[in-house]
Structure formats: structure tokens, C-alpha cells
């Protein structure tokens, strides 16, 4: 089959043989894609393979023969964000989401909107952890694995003065008083899954509170071997500590 004019954002490339690239991209119309990019790392394909690289919009041709496809031609359809430090580390996650839970050849709209959404917001001023806990909610529930925010497993209305641990199957379930430390600590608070629930940035502290609660959600769907983004910003978090 031949896809002609598609956009897609690069998700992943890595060297293949000796002149070719091994892609992963997102595209609306036809999900998650292989693609492999022959003879793109000579002197003279220095434009083509800026194009390929992780975070940029591209257009492209391809045929699809089984389950990789092969690249025609790519295009950049805008400049990536020129991102550092932390935002870079956060694409590196986002991306590696998409990777690990997106299936291939399975068309989601709804996770490519929230995708260019994100990467937009990547290389803003907004908050970054806004930006993570806003595309953990919208991957989910595109995915098909969302649940209320506003409500919890048994129906009752959200307390914002309470705490909740999110669980993948049923969503938030109350914590009470004589549960322990370890567990409040992965419990997030009912006034963060009201504002995640109504898209409006909430306190650092609510903000924060969702981190882990939100990770338990995915660790689920991810399974045991979780994500190397999240290794590497524990480190991160270590060394800033030690300084």
C-alpha cells in the first residue's frame, strides 16, 4: 500500500546498516509506523536526515509491505522545538510512551492531536510537569484506558480535601486516614483531579501529587519493565540532590 502526503510526527531513529535510518512515527490516519529510510546518511542527505529526527512534523511517502514500510520521500513541515535540559528529557518521555503503548498500524486521532498539543506546549513557557500530567491524561483516555476525574469508583463526587490512589481499572479510589505513609504518598489529591479533570493548571502542590499516582496507572499498561526516561530522571533527581 502507498501513503502519499502524510503528516506525521518522528518519534525515533536509530542507524541502520550503514547508510539507512530504522523510524518510528505517528501518524493520524494510520497510527504508529515503522519505516525504514535507505541511503539517508550520506554527505548529500543532510537535509532529509535533519527531517528524521525525533520531535519533527514531517510529510511523507512510504510503502507499506508487512510491518515495516519503506520511506519515498520526507519533508519538514515546521522546526522542531529546540528544547534542553529538562524539556528534552520530557519529550524523551513522551515519545517513549507513544512507543511503548500506541500499537502499530492502529489509527488513534485523538492521541495525534494530543501528541502535537504537547509537543507545542514542550517549547513554551508553560509548566513541564503540566505538560507531562495533561498528555498521561489525554494518552489514556485515547488509548482507551481513561477514567472519570471528577467521580471515583464508587460514584461519589471527588472531595478536593481528600486523597485518592488511581487505579488502572476502576480510577480513583479513596484513601482514608489509617492507610500508610507509603501509600499516601502515591495517592493523589481530589483538588489535583478536579483541576486535571477540568484542564486548569493546579497548585505545586496538587500538581505534584499526581506524578506518582498517575505513574501507577501506566506501570500497569507498561508492565514490569517500565520506561527508561523514568530511570534516567530518577538519576537526575539523585544527583541534583547530592549537590
Known sequence: MRITQEPAFVLHARAWRE??????????????????????????????????????????????R??????????????????????MLAAFYLNELVLRLAPRHDPVPELFAAYGDARARLGATESLAWTLRRFERDLLEALGFGFALDVDADGLAIDAAARYVLEA???????????????????ATGSALLALAADVL??????????????????????????????MLGDLRQLRADQ
Open 169 to 187: 481499572e476502576v480510577g480513583p479510589r479513596r484513601l482514608f486516614l489509617d492507610r500508610g505513609r507509603s501509600e499516601r504518598a502515591g495517592a
Open 19 to 64: 547508510t539507512s535510518l530504522l523510524l518510528e512515527v505517528l501518524t493520524e490516519q494510520h497510527g504508529r509506523l515503522g519505516l525504514v529510510a535507505r541511503g539517508v546518511t550520506g554527505p548529500k542527505k543532510h537535509v532529509l536526515r535533519a527531517a528524521l529526527q525525533p520531535l519533527q512534523f514531517i510529510r511523507f511517502e512510504a510503502d507499506l
Open 66 to 87: 508487512g510491518e515495516l514500510g519503506r520511506l519515498v520521500s520526507a519533508e519538514a513541515v515546521d522546526t522542531a522545538p529546540r528544547l534542553q535540559g529538562d524539556a
Open 202 to 231: 493546579p497548585s505545586s502542590e496538587d500538581l505534584a501529587s499526581l506524578r506518582l499516582a498517575l505513574r501507577q496507572v501506566l506501570v500497569h499498561y507498561l508492565g514490569a519493565r517500565g520506561l527508561k526516561s523514568w530511570d
